[in-house]
């Protein structure tokens, strides 16, 4: 089943998006305070400036910490997906970053708490998305 | 008319020091509207500018003053997210004759359209952009501190119109819901959160029954609560546990049922207070907080470090200790986030990872433990108010049967969520 939502960039996002469709995930990086953040960010939130903000390439592998299953959405446009994992990734290369993943093939409810995954990329009306599978 | 209150009144920088007021600001007063499932959009009588107008002549008559005595209101308008009116949430709709011709009065009810129509002639403070019932109680303690008015209406209107809550329609998003939407992510975040306390500490879903369950047979005892108005059954554990869930971890009886109603205090200064006609709580403290995750959502360990925060920053600014409070009544809107509170206050002991535990042992109202005593938004419906009456009915001694058998001297209590929250803290001492 096709993905339902588009996310549309602004000029925050765009890089990233723009990246996801290279088939690049990649997060912000500050050089002045050796800080990545996700989601972008317009100021670093830790120096609160936007100069030394760029756009850091990642592993694209991680961690499942955690998930739940969403029954009944707010968002009408899932409402056909219903029911469907909501799973969490921590990026192994910094574990406090996090993504959201629909873990595509995977059971609902069968989600392998504390697995590696790795990035992959799904296709919604031109932009690539990422989603995550196990790997181990 | 002085109107929008300076910036920066929040105690919401560490260290913040005992709170410069102690003990000189009380409520002394309290009304409450009916309480209806929603407004049909016709009926007058029944707006939130209606409800909120008889739940200020009954917080009045309470505290024993009249319209003369009354020279600041300060209120959240429309009381949905952030003071957000439900204007915005279910506009287009018809308008009425005056004072019915806009959004004011109908689905929010700004502090000078409430002054315009009960005639508040001695107003010289109003404030209309306030939070929820916890910050707001805080603002007004704070403007009644600093000599900005004396005797403060403090309304709360909660509205609540047809069609199902916050579905949101489209299939293109952008600005932050960019970074949820697009994998559905929604309720979720509370049964993701709730999935990692369970895997941390040993847990599951069903634990919460005991609680969610004596929180609803409190709130039949509080005459506002929807329950007690519209839905007097009792709900028991079988019940709760065959909710249909609405994500892993949250069942629909872990949300608040969303509600019309207001409410009404009034605070005044200490000094004022001993000649009104209710026993004065004096408010020891208002302590505010507001967090971001460190990523996209809110983890575990964020949630126990920012209500950490919450809980330790209260203590200082009240002077209280865990031992010392008698009354905690935790929000509750979503029912699978108070035992975040609880465990951060280590209100009767609890600590990390003990909240199931202890919602199965005895917090019955005449036992113990008597936890939310006035049932919570579980109890009453999406609210809020209870937070703030049954503690002041406890601490006042005229709770009826909800009266707890335990020592009531001392109460706090904490909303809306642990990302964002205000704290207040109570006492029958100034001291």
């Known amino acids: 089943m096709p993905r339902p939502i588009v996310p549309v960039a602004d000029p925050t996002s765009k890089a990233f998006w723009d990246a996801c469709n290279e088939k690049r995930l990649t997060v912000q990086y500050c050089t002045a305070c050796d800080r990545r953040q996700f989601p972008p960010e317009a100021v670093c939130r830790n120096c609160r400036f936007p100069f030394h903000l760029t756009m850091q390439d990642t592993s694209g592998r991680g961690t499942i910490i955690g998930?739940?299953?969403?029954?009944?959405?707010?968002?009408?446009?899932?409402?056909?997906?219903?029911?469907?994992?909501?799973?969490?990734?921590?990026?192994?290369?910094?574990?406090?970053?996090?993504?959201?993943s629909n873990l595509p093939g995977v059971p609902v409810d069968e989600v392998p708490v504390g697995s590696t995954v790795e990035v992959i990329w799904e296709e919604v009306e031109g932009q690539l998305v990422p989603e995550w599978q196990v790997v181990s | 008319m002085t109107t929008i209150k300076e910036n920066g009144w929040e105690r919401s920088r560490d260290p913040v020091g005992i709170w410069e007021h102690r003990g000189k600001v009380a409520l002394v007063g309290r009304g409450h509207s009916d309480t209806d499932r929603r407004w049909d959009g016709e009926d007058l009588s029944k707006t939130l500018g209606a409800y909120t107008m008889r739940a200020a002549e009954l917080a009045m008559e309470d505290a024993g003053?009249?319209?003369?005595?009354?020279?600041?209101?300060?209120?959240?308008?429309?009381?949905?997210?952030?003071?957000?009116?439900?204007?915005?949430?279910?506009a287009p709709r018809p308008y009425f004759d005056p004072p019915y011709d806009s959004e004011d009065g109908l689905t929010s009810v700004t502090a000078e359209w409430l002054t315009q129509q009960m005639g508040l002639k001695n107003v010289k403070y109003t404030h209309s952009q306030g939070g929820p019932i916890w910050n707001l109680i805080g603002l007004a303690a704070q403007v009644v501190g600093d000599g900005l008015a004396s005797v403060v209406l403090v309304p709360y209107p909660n509205g609540n119109l047809p069609g199902r809550y916050h579905q949101t329609p489209g299939n293109?998003?952008?600005?932050?819901?960019?970074?949820?939407?697009?994998?559905?992510?929604?309720?979720?975040?509370?049964?993701?959160?709730?999935?990692?306390?369970?895997?941390?500490?040993?847990?599951?879903?069903?634990?919460?029954?005991?609680?969610?369950?004596?929180?609803?047979?409190?709130?039949?005892?509080?005459?506002?609560?929807?329950?007690?108005?519209?839905?007097?059954?009792?709900?028991?554990?079988?019940?709760?546990?065959?909710?249909?869930?609405?994500?892993?971890?949250?069942?629909?009886?872990?949300?608040?049922?969303?509600?019309?109603?207001?409410?009404?205090?009034?605070?005044?200064?200490?000094?004022?207070?001993?000649?009104?006609?209710?026993?004065?709580?004096?408010?020891?403290?208002?302590?505010?907080?507001?967090?971001?995750?460190?990523?996209?959502?809110?983890?575990?360990?964020?949630?126990?470090?920012?209500?950490?925060?919450?809980a330790q920053r209260s203590y200082a600014g009240s002077g209280l200790k865990p031992e010392e409070i008698d009354i905690f009544a935790p929000y509750d809107g979503f029912a699978v986030f108070t035992q975040y509170f609880l465990e951060a206050?280590?209100?009767?002991?609890?600590?990390?990872?003990?909240?199931?535990?202890?919602?199965?042992?005895?917090?019955?109202?005449?036992?113990?433990?008597?936890?939310?005593?006035?049932?919570g938004n579980m109890g009453s419906g999406r609210m809020r108010t209870v937070f703030i009456t049954d503690p002041m009915e406890q601490l006042q001694g005229r709770a009826g049967d909800r009266q707890v058998s335990i020592k009531a001297e001392t109460a706090v209590t904490i909303g809306v969520l642990p990302v964002t929250a205000g704290v207040l803290a109570m006492s029958t001492s100034p001291d």
């Not at chain 2, 069942?251 to 409410?263: E, K, M, Q, T, Y």
């Not at chain 2, 709580?281 to 360990?301: C, G, K, M, N, W």
């Not at chain 2, 002991?349 to 008597?370: C, M, Q, T, W």
Request: hydrophobic fraction near 35%; include cysteine.
């Open chain 2, 65 to 90: 003053i009249t319209i003369e005595d009354v020279d600041g209101v300060v209120t959240s308008a429309g009381g949905q997210g952030a003071g957000q009116p439900l204007s915005d949430v279910w």
């Open chain 2, 345 to 375: 206050f280590g209100w009767h002991g609890v600590k990390r990872g003990e909240a199931h535990d202890f919602y199965a042992g005895d917090i019955s109202l005449k036992g113990p433990n008597p936890l939310n005593s006035g049932g």
């Open chain 2, 172 to 310: 293109k998003v952008g600005g932050p819901a960019q970074w949820a939407s697009t994998w559905g992510w929604g309720l979720s975040g509370q049964g993701f959160t709730f999935d990692q306390y369970c895997r941390k500490y040993g847990s599951d879903h069903d634990a919460m029954a005991p609680f969610v369950v004596q929180e609803r047979a409190n709130g039949l005892l509080w005459e506002p609560s929807y329950y007690a108005q519209h839905e007097p059954g009792e709900f028991t554990i079988e019940d709760y546990l065959n909710g249909r869930m609405i994500a892993k971890g949250l069942s629909i009886f872990d949300c608040d049922r969303p509600v019309l109603a207001s409410a009404c205090y009034v605070v005044t200064t200490a000094e004022k207070a001993k000649d009104m006609k209710q026993k004065p709580v004096y408010i020891l403290d208002h302590t505010e907080s507001a967090f971001q995750p460190r990523s996209l959502v809110q983890t575990l360990d964020d949630t126990e470090e920012w209500t950490d925060v919450q």
């Open chain 1, 67 to 100: 998930y739940s299953i969403t029954y009944d959405s707010r968002i009408v446009a899932w409402h056909e997906h219903q029911p469907f994992n909501n799973a969490i990734v921590a990026l192994e290369e910094d574990p406090v970053i996090n993504f959201h």
